[in-house]
Protein backbone atom coordinates (compact mmCIF):
# COMPACT_ATOMS: atom_id res chain seq x y z
CA UNK A 1 0.00 0.00 0.00
CA UNK A 2 1.03 3.33 -0.91
CA UNK A 3 1.14 6.12 1.46
CA UNK A 4 2.61 9.73 1.44
CA UNK A 5 2.64 11.71 4.55
CA UNK A 6 3.21 15.41 4.57
CA UNK A 7 4.73 17.66 7.13
CA UNK A 8 6.34 21.15 7.55
CA UNK A 9 3.63 23.27 7.04
CA UNK A 10 1.90 25.90 9.42
CA UNK A 11 1.84 29.75 9.83
CA UNK A 12 4.81 32.03 8.62
CA UNK A 13 5.02 35.49 8.15
CA UNK A 14 4.55 37.32 4.24
CA UNK A 15 8.35 36.99 2.88
CA UNK A 16 8.87 33.99 4.92
CA UNK A 17 10.14 30.62 4.27
CA UNK A 18 8.96 26.99 4.75
CA UNK A 19 10.06 23.43 4.23
CA UNK A 20 7.08 20.83 3.14
CA UNK A 21 8.36 17.13 2.91
CA UNK A 22 6.38 14.33 1.43
CA UNK A 23 7.33 10.94 2.97
CA UNK A 24 6.75 8.37 0.80
CA UNK A 25 6.58 4.63 1.42
CA UNK A 26 4.81 1.28 -0.34
CA UNK A 27 6.45 2.32 -3.63
CA UNK A 28 9.73 1.86 -5.90
CA UNK A 29 10.65 5.57 -5.49
CA UNK A 30 12.35 5.53 -8.43
CA UNK A 31 9.18 4.95 -10.53
CA UNK A 32 7.46 7.82 -9.70
CA UNK A 33 6.67 11.64 -10.28
CA UNK A 34 5.64 13.09 -7.37
CA UNK A 35 3.70 16.70 -7.48
CA UNK A 36 2.96 18.74 -4.90
CA UNK A 37 -0.56 20.61 -5.25
CA UNK A 38 -2.20 23.52 -3.09
CA UNK A 39 -6.30 24.28 -2.76
CA UNK A 40 -8.05 26.66 -0.96
CA UNK A 41 -11.74 26.95 -0.30
CA UNK A 42 -14.01 27.75 -3.32
CA UNK A 43 -10.87 27.67 -5.92
CA UNK A 44 -9.93 24.26 -7.49
CA UNK A 45 -7.10 22.11 -6.80
CA UNK A 46 -3.95 23.86 -8.17
CA UNK A 47 -0.32 22.33 -9.42
CA UNK A 48 2.20 23.95 -7.69
CA UNK A 49 5.47 21.73 -8.60
CA UNK A 50 6.53 18.03 -9.56
CA UNK A 51 9.59 16.29 -9.58
CA UNK A 52 10.33 12.65 -11.59
CA UNK A 53 12.22 10.96 -9.86
CA UNK A 54 13.56 9.00 -12.12
CA UNK A 55 16.32 11.88 -13.64
CA UNK A 56 15.07 14.46 -11.56
CA UNK A 57 13.36 16.92 -14.48
CA UNK A 58 11.45 19.40 -12.75
CA UNK A 59 8.36 21.86 -13.28
CA UNK A 60 7.05 24.65 -11.98
CA UNK A 61 3.61 26.81 -11.60
CA UNK A 62 4.35 30.19 -12.84
CA UNK A 63 3.12 31.62 -9.87
CA UNK A 64 5.90 29.98 -7.60
CA UNK A 65 8.32 29.74 -10.12
CA UNK A 66 11.50 31.61 -8.81
CA UNK A 67 10.28 30.93 -5.01
CA UNK A 68 9.56 27.30 -4.65
CA UNK A 69 12.50 24.79 -5.08
CA UNK A 70 11.32 20.94 -5.00
CA UNK A 71 14.09 18.24 -4.61
CA UNK A 72 14.53 14.60 -4.19
CA UNK A 73 16.23 12.27 -1.38
CA UNK A 74 15.96 8.84 -3.16
CA UNK A 75 17.47 7.13 -0.82
CA UNK A 76 14.82 8.31 1.98
CA UNK A 77 11.83 8.21 0.00
CA UNK A 78 11.31 11.87 0.50
CA UNK A 79 10.38 14.92 -2.10
CA UNK A 80 10.92 18.43 -0.28
CA UNK A 81 10.01 21.73 -1.34
CA UNK A 82 11.71 24.37 -0.40
CA UNK A 83 9.05 27.68 -0.53
CA UNK A 84 10.91 31.39 0.18
CA UNK A 85 9.33 34.83 -0.17
CA UNK A 86 6.32 32.70 1.09
CA UNK A 87 3.14 35.52 -0.16
CA UNK A 88 -0.24 35.44 1.32
CA UNK A 89 -1.86 34.01 -1.77
CA UNK A 90 0.03 30.83 -1.04
CA UNK A 91 -1.93 30.20 1.50
CA UNK A 92 -3.42 26.48 0.88
CA UNK A 93 -3.50 23.27 2.24
CA UNK A 94 -0.85 21.60 0.27
CA UNK A 95 -0.91 17.91 -0.82
CA UNK A 96 1.82 15.35 -2.59
CA UNK A 97 0.90 13.14 -4.96
CA UNK A 98 2.66 9.98 -6.27
CA UNK A 99 2.22 9.19 -10.53
CA UNK A 100 3.78 5.86 -11.60
CA UNK A 101 5.79 6.15 -14.92
CA UNK A 102 8.66 8.59 -16.34
CA UNK A 103 7.03 11.96 -17.38
CA UNK A 104 10.62 14.05 -17.92
CA UNK A 105 9.42 17.36 -17.61
CA UNK A 106 6.22 17.38 -18.92
CA UNK A 107 3.26 17.66 -15.93
CA UNK A 108 1.34 14.19 -15.73
CA UNK A 109 -2.00 14.21 -16.36
CA UNK A 110 -3.94 14.53 -13.04
CA UNK A 111 -5.53 11.45 -13.36
CA UNK A 112 -1.68 9.78 -13.50
CA UNK A 113 -1.85 10.34 -9.62
CA UNK A 114 -3.14 7.39 -8.02
CA UNK A 115 -1.71 8.29 -4.35
CA UNK A 116 -2.17 11.43 -2.50
CA UNK A 117 -1.36 12.53 1.16
CA UNK A 118 -3.40 14.07 3.47
CA UNK A 119 -2.84 17.64 3.18
CA UNK A 120 -0.91 19.89 5.31
CA UNK A 121 -1.95 23.74 6.24
CA UNK A 122 0.00 26.11 5.05
CA UNK A 123 -0.84 29.70 6.66
CA UNK A 124 0.82 33.35 5.44
CA UNK A 125 0.07 36.00 7.38
CA UNK A 126 1.09 38.94 9.55
Known amino acids: EVQLVESGGGLVQPGGSLRLSCAAS????????IAWFRQTPGKEREAVSY????????NYADSVKGRFTISGDNAKSTVYLQMNSLKPEDTAVYYC???????????????????WGQGIQVTVSS
Open 97 to 115: AAAFGHYGSMWPPLDDYDD
Open 26 to 33: GLTFDDYA
Open 51 to 58: IDNSDGST
